[in-house]
């Protein structure tokens, strides 16, 4: 008949699901989808229900997307105080506003740019947050960045902020550059602990003990009154049993700075009386003065095609406490 429904025949639930098997549907756009909405809504502040406060800058929320990829706003007391007082605010200190921002918009999208111009203020950002993927990626970036005239700068940035794969790259950077390291600024800016830290190691590519001489006096040089007193501690750390003969007593001998000082005059002695015995009888005299250096030298790498490098900036440690909630410490 014309305009008649065909009726399937009755058949029960379960043994339709048993004719027909299952099917399992996998969006492959669902999170993409989830995460757009979800921004829409933050663009237009709705159903946000946090505010981060930093500089000037007011950031819009939604606690969970937070939660989701920053253990820092997982943390139980931060939790706590927001559900008891109800109030929405998380006040951020000393750290980048920037920075913050397009963490959040990460937290959004998964997309982030690093850069020359933002890793300086977004490595300490992503600390602060516990984000330990674009920690990663900072650190990745400054390690291609790497250069005589920045590892310094790079390795006091990681130890203040405990990159520990960063700290160790740059150090060994500056291990195997130390004779062009030893000529940039930042070499002669460097407080004396990371000087004796640097000029003590048993890594240094150097071609023979008085290059570390030389680049140790002339930090003491770039500022007499002030480094005068480090003198002895800086000299202690140079194996002068090491040195030329010659260089031993016609340089480091009449060095004023070596002369003035009674410990210094110590060290010098001892060198003299370390290269005037016979080699058998050395072995009494053994020590980190007299040990030689055994530089770890980086593989070859394959030629690659030239490219020009931008200009490289100088990184220097910062503050590493940034959080002064008003509800928790944040170590």
């Known amino acids: 008949m014309a305009g008649s429904i065909k009726r399937f025949p009755d058949v029960s639930a379960s043994e339709f699901s048993s004719a027909s098997g299952k099917t399992l549907y996998v969006s492959d756009k669902h999170h993409q989808d989830i995460l757009a909405l979800l921004c829409e809504l933050r663009r237009n502040n709705e159903l946000c229900d946090v505010t981060i406060l930093v500089g000037e800058r007011q950031i819009f929320a939604h606690r969970a997307v937070l939660a989701a990829c920053s253990p820092y706003f997982r943390r139980p007391c931060l939790l706590e105080a927001l559900d008891e007082s109800r109030?929405?605010?998380?006040?951020?200190?000393?750290?980048?506003?920037?920075?913050?921002?397009?963490?959040?918009?990460?937290?959004?999208?998964?997309?982030?740019?690093?850069?020359?111009?933002?890793?300086?203020?977004?490595?300490?950002?992503?600390?602060?947050?516990?984000?330990?993927?674009?920690?990663?990626?900072?650190?990745?970036?400054?390690?291609?960045?790497?250069?005589?005239?920045?590892?310094?700068?790079?390795?006091?940035?990681?130890?203040?902020?405990?990159?520990?794969?960063?700290?160790?790259?740059?150090?060994?950077?500056?291990?195997?550059?130390?004779?062009?390291?030893?000529?940039?600024?930042?070499?002669?800016?460097?407080?004396?602990?990371?000087?004796?830290?640097?000029?003590?190691?048993?890594?240094?590519?150097?071609?023979?003990?008085?290059?570390?001489?030389?680049?140790?006096?002339?930090?003491?040089?770039?500022?007499?009154?002030?480094?005068?007193?480090?003198?002895?501690?800086?000299?202690e750390n140079i194996r002068l049993c090491l040195v030329a003969s010659k260089f031993l007593v016609n340089t480091v001998d009449h060095e004023p700075l070596v002369k003035s000082d009674k410990r210094c005059r110590e060290i010098v002695d001892e060198a003299k009386n370390y290269q005037i015995l016979l080699p058998a009888e050395r072995s009494e005299m053994q020590g980190p003065r007299t040990r030689p250096r055994k530089p770890m030298l980086a593989k070859p790498k394959e030629p690659q095609p030239k490219v020009p490098q931008p200009r490289i900036p100088q990184y220097w440690s910062q503050s590493s406490r940034h959080c002064d909630c008003s509800y928790c410490d944040s170590d």
């Open 87 to 235: 109030q929405t605010d998380v006040t951020l200190h000393d750290i980048d506003e920037t920075a913050v921002q397009d963490l959040v918009d990460f937290a959004y999208t998964g997309k982030i740019s690093i850069e020359e111009r933002n890793v300086q203020t977004l490595l300490p950002a992503a600390c602060l947050l516990q984000i330990q993927e674009i920690q990663d990626n900072c650190c990745d970036f400054l390690k291609k960045q790497l250069d005589p005239s920045n590892c310094l700068g790079i390795r006091s940035f990681a130890d203040a902020y405990s990159c520990r794969d960063l700290l160790k790259a740059a150090n060994r950077f500056a291990h195997q550059n130390f004779t062009d390291v030893v000529v940039s600024e930042e070499f002669l800016l460097l407080p004396v602990a990371q000087l004796v830290d640097l000029i003590q190691s048993d890594e240094l590519n150097v071609r023979n003990e008085e290059q570390v001489y030389q680049a140790a006096v002339s930090w003491l040089r770039h500022d007499v009154r002030e480094r005068r007193a480090h003198v002895a501690v800086v000299l």
